[in-house]
């Protein structure tokens, strides 16, 4: 069996830059490198429910949202499949076994588990779904067989924990699960790209998100007001790269040709970022070339949304087909789960035909 891709999102809100550089952009490199044999994109609107069982409707609202910025980046379904978690039911039942190969003290020891109960103030009341969510994961990822995982390095633990799963499930019942390896953001500066009020990671409910169906002009803005340096007030102090939004994301999206379009004063980022640092470079001018950087990213992905925007019964029948594949994959899994567990009663002509003589023999005594 070839390599398959497992991989993304919450439907909790529209995607943003920071899962454009943390995975989005790369999904497409890996669509197109023709390295994979199979490819599925999750919509995870069951997983988006363990903290907003309250609010369906927002989930409801946002699988239109993410499905439509999946297809502007340039995910074709006709080379992957995009599908939605809770239309596929196979995946509950897997979720349901491997609870037995997990203890609750192992997943209080997850760090990333433990971090995303803090940010929700769940500590003193956690819901059951919420904090099984690892194992929910490694229902999703073993279901499609899934040999890779791209994943930002937050969720190394989640990885890490499905890996003991299926070690433990081959450990016990044979060998039926695939373990996969994580896949981690090759540029350094994607791997958390941070908020635009330089908070450590962009986040919708942190209100420090730009979105990639942001219009040109909500961009702008939000590159103008970003944060920068506190102790550069004036265009000749010496700036800090460090801790530097701005630099941070001309990190993320500069390209080899970025200077020679926008701004050819300047070789290349080292020398723009010297030049800073000895000071008499103000942050207005920085900002002004990572805005042009920035739009000549996100003006094809705004117009591919567009289109798609046309015909959201399409968009809505590409999640439908989409689904309906994903779920034939995911009962394969299962079937070979029920049978590796011994639960596949009446599919097992042995189990059934040593009965069959057991009760006879006893019978003709």
């Not at 433990?168 to 994607?190: K, Q, S, V």
Request: charged share 25%; hydrophobic share 35%.
């Amino acid at each position: 069996m070839g390599k398959v891709i497992l991989t993304g999102d919450r439907p909790t809100g529209r995607l943003h830059l920071g899962h454009y550089v943390g995975s989005l952009k790369r999904r497409v490199e890996l669509q197109n490198s023709g390295a994979f044999e199979k490819i599925f994109i999750m919509i995870a609107d069951a997983q988006a429910l363990t903290d907003n069982a309250d609010n369906p409707e927002k989930i409801r609202q946002n699988i239109i949202e993410v499905a439509l910025d999946y297809l502007s980046v340039g995910l074709d379904p006709k080379q992957v499949t995009l599908f939605i978690q809770s239309q596929v039911p196979e995946l509950c039942e897997l979720a349901f076994y491997y609870m037995n190969l997990v203890t609750v003290s192992r997943l209080q020891r997850n760090p990333t588990v433990k971090t995303e109960i803090q940010m929700r103030n769940f500590e003193a009341s956690i819901p059951v779904g919420f904090f099984t969510y690892p194992i929910s994961q490694a229902s999703d990822i073993t279901a499609f067989k899934a040999t890779t995982v791209p994943v930002g390095e937050d969720q190394k633990p989640m990885i890490e924990q499905t890996r003991e799963i299926v070690n433990r499930f081959n450990y016990i019942y044979g060998e039926t699960l695939i373990e996969p390896e994580i896949m981690l953001p090759d540029n350094a500066a994607c791997l958390r790209l941070p908020g635009t009020d330089g908070k450590a990671k962009m986040s919708k409910s942190l209100g420090n998100c730009i979105y990639l169906s942001d219009t040109a002009e909500e961009v702008r803005k939000k590159i103008m007001s970003m944060y920068t340096d506190p102790t550069h007030i004036r265009v000749e102090d010496p700036g800090k790269i460090e801790g530097n939004t701005v630099f941070t994301y001309l990190d993320a999206f500069c390209k080899p040709d970025s200077f020679e379009k926008h701004w050819p004063e300047y070789p290349d980022l080292n020398a723009l970022k010297e030049h800073y640092q000895r000071g008499g470079l103000g942050d207005v001018k920085v900002k002004k070339f990572l805005n042009a950087i920035l739009q000549e990213e996100l003006e094809p992905i705004r117009q591919r949304r567009k289109e798609f925007e046309k015909d959201i019964p399409g968009v809505y029948e590409i999640l439908r087909q989409g689904s309906l594949h994903a779920r034939e994959v995911a009962a394969e899994t299962l079937a070979d789960v029920r049978r590796a567990m011994k639960i596949d009663y009446f599919d097992d002509a042995a189990l059934i035909a040593e009965h069959t003589r057991k009760f006879a023999e006893g019978n003709k005594g």
